[in-house]
C-alpha cells in the first residue's frame, strides 16, 4: 500500500497522538458497555466534531460501527462538503464497510491504530481507499497507538460472551501483554470487529 | 389519522403491489473471484509408460519409494494413469512421433510420475519389472501380420518409455476447466466436494437455495424497481429499492397453497419482511434543508442527473441500509426489549438515517409493507405470528438433522411455523383473502404514529431467533456499492440477488465482465479475460464478488436475475453513482 506511512512517522506526542487518543477513549467507553471496543473521532479545524463507537449490540444493527455514529454526529451540525476537509482517527482499521463509506463521504485522511486482517478496508484485507472508483481516493496512516488499540481488543476477547449460544469459559485466560510486531501471526492473536 | 384515511392508503398500496408483474428471466449464481480468477500454474511432470496389467504394483511400488512430500502442492486433481488412446491430443500426436506404438507390445498405460524426481535411476529401477513386454507367442500368432512387421525384435530388451509433460498444477475450478486441461495438458478430474468451500459455496447448497430462489425472483426484483421507482419519483432519492424476504414464510406460503390448492403467487408479498427505497438527497445536514427539501418533491430530483458527491447524503441512506435498519428498530421496538431500551434511554440510539426517526417519513410502499401487509393480506390468524423457538425443537434435533438437508430452517419453518402461524384449516376461509370492505379496522394506529410500533410485523424479534438479517434474502433493484455489499455481510443475509441490468461500475457483487464469464470457460484463461478494463463500455471498474470472498468470516449466496427481455421502463443507469 504505497500511502501507508510508517508507524514512526508519526509521533505519538504529536496532535495526531492526541486525536488517537480521544479514539481510544471511546473505544473504552465500548468496552464498558460490552460493544467491541473500537472507537473513532473525527477532526475538523483541529477540533473533534463527531465521535463514535461500536454500536452495533445495542442497536440490533450489524451496520452501526464507529465511523458511521461519527458521521451522524458531525452532520447534524457540519454540512457533508466539510468531511473533505476532515480527518479520521480509529483505533481499528476501518472494515470494508466503513471504508467504502468513507470514500463516498470524501475523507481527508485516515489514521488507524492496528490492521483488522479480518475485514480491513485500508489495506488489512482489501485496498478500498486507493483502488479505482467513482470518488477520490484518500490516504491511510497506521499505527499510531497500536499497543493500545489490541490491548482494547485483547480485554474485550478474554470476556465471557454471555448471549452466545455456548459461552466459551475463559477463566484461565489472562490478558496477553506482549507484543510482537516482527510477527505475521500476531494479527491472529485478537478477533475481528463484528 | 382515523381508521378511514389509514386505510385508504394501505388500500391504494395493496393495488400497486397487486399490479406487480414479475420479471421474466432466470438467476445465475454470481461466481466468486476466485472461481473467475483461479489460482493457475503449470509445471512439468514425468510420465511413464507400463505394462497395463502391473498397474496397481506400480502405484505400490512408486508410493513405497517415493512418499510423497507433504508439503508439496497436492496433485489428487490429475489422473494417475492414462491408456494411449486417452492422451491428450497434443501429448499423443508426440508420443506417437517419438515412440511409435509396437502392436507387438502388450498393453500399455501412462503412468504420472510426478514434478520432481530425486532420483531417477532409482526409478528407472523401480518401473524396469513393469515395462511393457512383447505379448506371449501363442496370441501374437494369431495375427498375422504382425510376424511379418516385426520379425527381428524380441531378443532387444525394451526400454523404458519416460518423457515429461505439461501438467496444471491447482485443481480445475470446474467441469469446463477440468475438460479442457483433459483435452491439451493431462487427464483431471472436478471434486466439487472438495474442501473449497471459502472458494465457493457447496455446490448442493447454492442448487438447493437457488431453486427455492428462482420461482419468485422475478417477482422480488420487480417489486425492488417498484419500490425504487417510488423512491425516485419522491425526489428523496435515486431510483434503487430493496426488498428483504424471510424464506421460510415463502416455503410456509408454498407449502400452505400446496395443502390447499391454490395459487401462492397471490401470497407471495407476504414473505417480504421489509422494503426500503433510497432516500440519499433527505438528509438535513447540519440542520439546514436537505436537497429534496430544495426540489418541489415532485418527480425525480435534478441531482439525480449528474454525480456530486456533496449532493449524495450517504451510504446510510442507501436502500439496503436502510431497509437492514428497518429490520434492527422492529426488533429494539419489540416488547420484550422494552425494559431493555428504557435502561438505554439515557443514551439513545444514534439514526443514522434521520428519515427513520419518524413514521410518518416512511414512504407509502415502505409502511405498507412494515404495517399493513400483516394485517390486510394475510389471514387474520396470522397476525399472531410468533413461532417460539421452542416447538420447533419438539422433534429432537438428531431427528431433524438427518430430515432436511439445513437442518435449523427447514425444521423451523415447517414445524415451528406450520404450528403455531398456520391455523386449522377448518376455522380458515378458503382464500383469496377477503375483501377490503371486511376487513377489521387497523390495528393500533397510536402505536404506528410513536416511536412505531410494529405491531403485525413479520420480522421476527430476538426472542423468536430473529438475529440480524440471519436467513433472510435481499432482492435489490440494482448492484449495490462496496459499502452495501460488506453491510450485507455484516446483515448475514443468507443470499443477495439483483438484476443483472442493474450493474454498476461502482458494485461490489460482480466478479468479472458478462461477457468475460464464458469466455473464460472457452480458453481456461481468466486472467487475460476479466482484467482487460474498458474494452467494452461499462466494464471500466473493479470486481470485488464481495458476497464470497475466501478473505472474509462472513459470505452470502449471490445472483444475478438475467431477464428474457430488457425492460425499457429500466435502462442501464446512464450516471455511475453508488447503489
Redesign the interface.
Known amino acids: 500500500m504505497e500511502q501507508e506511512a510508517k508507524p514512526s512517522t508519526i509521533r505519538e506526542d504529536s496532535r495526531h497522538g492526541y486525536f488517537m487518543k480521544q479514539a481510544l477513549a471511546m473505544g473504552e467507553k465500548a468496552l464498558a458497555t460490552g460493544e467491541t471496543p473500537v472507537g473513532c473521532v473525527l477532526v475538523y479545524n483541529d477540533k473533534i466534531v463527531g465521535s463514535g463507537m461500536n454500536d452495533t449490540n445495542r442497536s440490533m444493527n450489524g451496520t452501526r460501527h464507529a465511523e458511521f455514529l461519527a458521521i451522524a454526529e458531525m452532520l447534524q451540525t457540519y454540512p457533508k462538503s466539510a468531511i473533505r476537509e476532515t480527518d479520521l482517527y480509529v483505533t481499528v482499521e476501518p472494515c470494508i464497510m466503513c471504508s467504502a463509506a468513507l470514500r463516498q463521504y470524501g475523507i481527508r485522511s485516515v489514521f488507524v491504530g492496528t490492521h483488522n486482517v479480518r475485514f480491513g478496508g485500508v489495506g488489512g484485507v482489501l485496498t478500498i481507499h486507493s483502488d479505482k472508483s467513482i470518488d477520490p481516493p484518500y490516504p491511510v496512516y497506521v499505527g499510531l497507538y497500536r499497543k493500545e488499540a489490541i490491548t482494547l481488543l485483547r480485554q474485550f476477547y478474554i470476556q465471557e460472551n454471555e448471549k452466545a449460544p455456548n459461552p466459551r469459559p475463559k477463566k484461565n485466560r489472562a490478558l496477553n501483554t506482549t507484543f510482537d510486531f516482527e510477527n505475521e501471526d500476531e494479527a491472529d492473536d485478537f478477533m475481528p470487529i463484528i | 389519522m382515523d381508521a378511514s384515511t389509514h386505510g385508504s392508503p394501505a388500500a391504494s398500496m395493496k393495488y400497486v403491489v397487486e399490479a406487480i408483474q414479475p420479471l421474466d428471466g432466470y438467476v445465475v449464481p454470481i461466481k466468486s473471484i476466485q472461481e473467475v480468477n483461479p489460482p493457475e500454474g503449470y509445471d512439468d511432470a514425468y510420465v511413464a509408460e507400463v505394462d497395463i496389467k502391473s498397474a496397481s504394483r506400480v502405484i505400490k511400488a512408486l508410493d513405497a519409494s517415493f512418499p510423497r512430500d507433504a508439503s508439496a502442492l497436492p496433485l489428487n486433481h490429475l489422473r494417475r494413469f492414462c491408456k494411449r488412446e486417452n492422451l491428450p491430443e497434443p501429448v499423443r500426436q508426440y508420443v506417437d512421433t517419438t515412440y511409435p506404438q509396437k502392436t507387438s507390445m502388450a498393453p500399455s498405460i501412462f503412468v504420472l510420475l510426478g514434478i520432481s524426481l530425486p532420483d531417477m535411476e532409482g526409478v528407472r529401477a523401480l518401473l524396469e519389472p513393469f515395462i511393457p513386454v512383447p505379448r506371449p507367442r501363442s496370441r501374437a500368432s494369431q495375427e498375422p501380420q504382425e510376424t511379418a512387421s516385426t520379425p527381428s525384435t524380441p531378443e532387444q530388451s525394451p526400454e523404458l518409455l519416460i518423457f515429461r509433460t505439461k501438467i496444471p498444477i491447482y485443481p480445475p475450478s470446474s467441469t469446463e476447466v477440468a475438460n479442457l486441461w483433459s483435452q491439451s495438458l493431462w487427464p483431471v478430474t472436478f471434486n466439487p466436494a472438495a474442501s473449497r468451500s471459502t472458494v465457493a459455496p457447496n455446490p448442493q447448497t447454492l442448487n438447493r437455495d437457488q431453486k427455492s430462489i428462482e420461482p419468485r425472483a422475478g417477482y422480488y426484483v420487480s417489486l425492488a424497481r417498484e419500490v425504487a421507482l417510488e423512491a425516485k419519483q419522491s425526489g428523496r432519492g435515486r431510483g434503487v429499492g430493496a426488498v428483504i424476504v424471510d424464506p421460510r414464510i415463502e416455503a410456509q406460503i408454498d407449502e400452505k397453497a400446496w395443502e390447499e390448492g391454490y395459487d401462492s403467487r397471490e401470497r407471495w408479498p407476504q414473505a417480504v419482511v421489509a422494503v426500503a427505497g433510497d432516500c440519499r438527497f433527505a438528509?438535513a445536514?447540519?440542520?439546514?434543508p436537505s436537497q429534496s427539501d430544495r426540489h418541489d418533491n415532485v418527480g425525480p430530483n435534478p441531482a439525480c442527473e449528474t454525480?456530486n458527491?456533496?449532493y449524495?447524503?450517504?451510504?446510510?441512506l442507501h436502500a439496503l441500509?436502510r431497509a437492514?435498519?428497518l429490520?434492527?428498530r422492529s426488533?429494539?421496538e419489540a416488547p420484550e426489549n422494552e425494559t431493555d431500551h428504557a435502561a438505554?434511554a439515557c443514551q439513545p440510539?444514534?439514526?443514522?438515517d434521520p428519515q427513520l426517526s419518524k413514521p410518518h417519513q416512511l414512504s407509502a410502499l415502505e409502511r405498507y409493507f412494515l404495517y399493513d401487509v400483516g394485517s390486510h393480506v394475510i389471514d387474520d390468524e396470522s397476525t399472531s405470528y410468533r413461532p417460539s423457538p421452542d416447538t420447533s425443537c419438539q422433534v429432537s434435533p438428531r431427528k431433524r438433522k438427518f430430515a432436511a438437508p439445513n437442518p435449523e430452517a427447514a425444521a423451523e419453518s415447517l414445524d415451528a411455523l406450520a404450528e403455531t402461524e398456520l391455523p386449522p384449516s377448518t376455522s380458515l376461509p378458503a382464500p383469496p383473502p377477503p375483501p377490503l370492505a371486511s376487513l377489521p379496522p387497523p390495528p393500533q394506529e397510536a402505536n404506528g404514529e410513536s416511536e412505531g410500533r410494529l405491531p403485525t410485523s413479520r420480522i421476527r424479534s430476538?426472542a423468536e431467533g430473529g438475529y440480524?438479517?440471519t436467513s433472510l434474502d435481499v432482492y435489490l433493484s440494482h448492484e449495490p456499492?462496496?459499502?452495501?455489499?460488506?453491510?450485507l455481510l455484516?446483515?448475514?443475509f443468507r443470499a443477495v440477488i439483483y438484476p443483472r441490468a442493474g450493474r454498476l461500475?461502482?458494485g461490489?457483487l460482480a466478479s468479472g465482465p458478462i461477457e468475460a464469464q464464458k469466455a473464460v470457460l472457452a480458453n481456461g484463461d481468466a486472467n487475460n479475460n476479466t482484467n482487460t478494463?474498458g474494452s467494452q463500455p461499462g466494464e471500466?471498474?473493479?470486481y470485488?464478488g464481495?458476497h464470497w470472498?475466501k478473505?472474509?468470516?462472513w459470505r452470502a449466496l449471490g445472483f444475478e436475475f438475467v431477464e428474457d427481455e430488457a425492460d425499457e421502463n429500466f435502462p442501464p443507469e446512464e450516471v455511475?453513482?453508488?447503489a
Do not use: Q, W
Open positions: 438528509r445536514e447540519a440542520g439546514g454525480y458527491s456533496d449524495e447524503g450517504g451510504p446510510d441500509m437492514v435498519e429490520v434492527a426488533r429494539r438505554m440510539v444514534v439514526h443514522t430476538r440480524l438479517c456499492c462496496i459499502c452495501c455489499c460488506m453491510g455484516l446483515s448475514r461500475k461502482s461490489g478494463n471500466d471498474r473493479e470485488y464481495l470472498r478473505e472474509l468470516n455511475a453513482f453508488h
